[in-house]
């Protein structure tokens, strides 16, 4: 098992959870039909798909996956940007490996690159790139720039791509493939469950002197902050550092039927941005108005160590909840539409 203590967080546009695969772990813990594909030879990839980074080029294993990289001054924990894939090891084209693994390590994949440098939209350039446009969901009716009150990003439509890809493979018979692909669209339904991938921005973190440029910057503050402090606790729940608390609240045990899935994503925008005004109020409160600046503000080690007491703490943990119990439901709900549609009769 891979354990990254601390890395350091990449210059920009992250945009994502910073541990899909520790909150994928979590999620998928009571679907125990998982365990009928424990021995699934992995195979190399057979597949067209232009739609990504002509340089994105498909990785099985990581070397460095114990590597540990003390950053003190920079973000707590992550980064997306610098090639690091923390806590995965992988297996090797030829190998053995398990559905529940491949679903875990691979829930990360999107972040890997894929999705940067594209031009896709002209919203884009408000969504921190293409990775952000592919990896967000505003919702209509939420007040976002520049398409005022029509849906902006794409996830629910990523999050289907790969789910009619993971068709094709399991028809036939490339479960590793079928498995892989599943485990991208987690990746999209879990950056939805992240109330900072469905609303844009707050009134609270608009800055006047600098409406644009401050305001984009602040926003990212806080945004990394969010994902940076959410993804450390996990990791120390995970290390058995500190009680289990978000990683437990992402179990879930009752699916609701979905019909599809870039429905399943848009319900789940929907209902995210139905409480992000929360979010956003006791981010503001638990990491300091510090953060409301036109510079990068990283929350540091330190920061975080410091807010184990903090007053806010609870009321901040409460958001958190809600959203984790949502990415669990959503995570749950996908996988057993996916196992009615492509897994019934399997075998
Ligand atoms: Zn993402």
């Known amino acids: 098992m891979c354990y990254t203590i601390a890395l350091t967080f990449g210059t920009n546009n992250a945009w994502a959870w910073v541990r899909h695969n ?8 009571g679907i125990s039909w998982l365990d009928d594909y424990d021995q699934i030879t992995v195979t190399p990839y057979s597949y067209r798909d232009d739609s ?40 090797g084209t030829g190998r053995k490996t398990t559905a529940r693994q491949i679903l875990i390590d691979y829930s990360d994949e999107p972040d890997w690159a894929m999705d940067k440098e594209l031009e896709l939209s002209k919203a884009q350039i408000l969504m921190a790139g293409s990775q952000g446009y592919r990896h ?17 990003g794409v ?3 990523r999050a289907e791509h790969f789910y009619e890809l993971a ?24 950056d939805l469950g992240q109330p900072y991938h469905t609303t844009q921005t707050s009134l609270r973190f608009i800055i006047p002197t600098s409406p644009i440029a401050g305001t984009t910057q602040t926003t990212k503050n806080y945004h990394f902050a ?3 402090y959410v993804g450390y606790r996990m990791q120390q729940e995970v290390a058995g ?11 879930q045990t ?11 994503l848009k319900i789940m925008a929907r209902a995210n941005n139905k409480h992000t005004s929360d979010t956003f109020r006791t981010s503001v409160n638990l990491f300091g108005t510090e953060l409301r600046s036109k510079q990068k503000v990283p929350l540091t080690q330190t920061k975080v160590d410091a807010m184990m007491d903090h007053p806010a703490r609870d009321e901040f943990d409460r958001t958190v909840h809600q959203t984790l119990q949502l990415t669990g439901v959503g995570v749950l709900d996908f996988m057993e539409y996916a196992r009615q549609e492509l897994f019934n009769g399997y075998n």
């Open 52 to 91: 990504l980074n002509p340089n994105f080029k498909v990785v099985y294993t990581n070397p460095d996956c114990g590597q540990i990289s003390p950053a003190p001054e920079t973000f707590v924990y992550y980064t997306l940007n610098s090639g690091e894939k923390a806590g995965f090891e992988g297996a």
């Open 136 to 152: 967000m969901y505003y919702p209509a009716w939420d007040w976002h720039l520049p398409w005022l009150f029509l849906p902006q």
């Open 167 to 190: 068709k094709q493979a399991i028809s036939k018979g490339d479960l590793y493939w079928g498995f892989r692909f599943l485990a991208r669209v987690i990746h999209y339904i879990e």
């Open 241 to 251: 550092l500190i009680p289990a608390d978000y990683t437990t609240t992402l179990k």
């Open 155 to 157: 996830a629910p439509q």
């Open 254 to 264: 009752l699916a609701i039927k979905v019909n599809s899935t870039a429905e399943l």
């Open 22 to 29: 520790l909150m994928t772990k979590s999620a998928l813990e």
């Open 226 to 228: 969010y994902e940076s």
